[in-house]
T-cell receptor, first 106, second 114 residues
């Protein structure tokens, strides 16, 4: 099993839709989890951090399921500007998943 | 605050040439990292430095060397470039605050080895 796996995507959703991505991880001891957003040909930028069961910031909600070793990212009321690749990461040495590409369509 | 800066932004090398990628951060972070990103493969850690004076190998260190020159600067050197090292290279820094240690990335260096 790879250390971090993500939904392969791409996800093509209409504006206003709710979309969720999953990320599974292999190291059950990890205490910290992150979602990053990466626009085409740009650097990753931190979107959300998760240190307990979850986190919410406006339209974005991250949930951590330690028993099943996955974290999810829920985006409500999708905007065109949400189109990007979403990377999950965990652990103190920041292991990254391959990313899930989201396209929000008008 | 510039955050994390990287130079150069673009570079083309011939096989066997050497070069150094420069990275600097002005956030007074202790930890710095070098990643490479290839299409469909996400970010892979090359080397990291948990603090000034220390460096450790990551997932893909072969063909690279690093220097943590001081707290601000962390350079990545390719001694003899190979086409397999064609990639986008990102430098990052982080600081642990309580249980939080979020990373901040530089804009990347796009390297092509012919």
């Amino acid at each position: 099993r790879k250390e971090v796996e993500q939904d392969p995507g791409p996800f093509n959703v209409p504006e206003g839709a709710t979309v969720a991505f999953n990320c599974t991880y292999s190291n059950s001891a990890s205490q910290s989890f992150f979602w990053y957003r990466q626009d085409c040909r740009k650097e990753p930028k931190l979107l959300m951090s998760v240190y307990s069961s979850g986190n919410e910031d406006g339209r974005f909600t991250a949930q951590l399921n330690r028993a099943s070793q996955y974290i999810s990212l829920l985006i409500r009321d999708s905007k065109l500007s949400d189109s990007a690749t979403y990377l999950c990461s965990y652990g103190q040495n920041f292991v990254f998943g391959p990313g899930t590409r989201l396209s929000v369509l008008p | 605050n510039a955050g994390v800066t990287q130079t150069p932004k673009f570079q083309v090398l011939k096989t066997g040439q050497s070069m150094t990628l420069q990275c600097a951060q002005d956030m007074n972070h202790n930890s710095m990292y070098w990643y490479r990103q290839d299409p469909g493969m996400g970010l892979r850690l090359i080397y990291y430095s948990a603090s000034e004076g220390t460096t450790d190998k990551g997932e893909v260190p072969n063909g690279y060397n690093v220097s943590r020159l001081n707290k601000r600067e962390f350079s990545l050197r390719l001694e003899s470039a190979a086409p397999s090292q064609t990639s986008v290279y990102f430098c990052a820094s982080s600081e642990q605050t309580g249980s939080s240690y979020e990373q901040y990335f530089g804009p990347g260096t796009r390297l092509t080895v012919t």
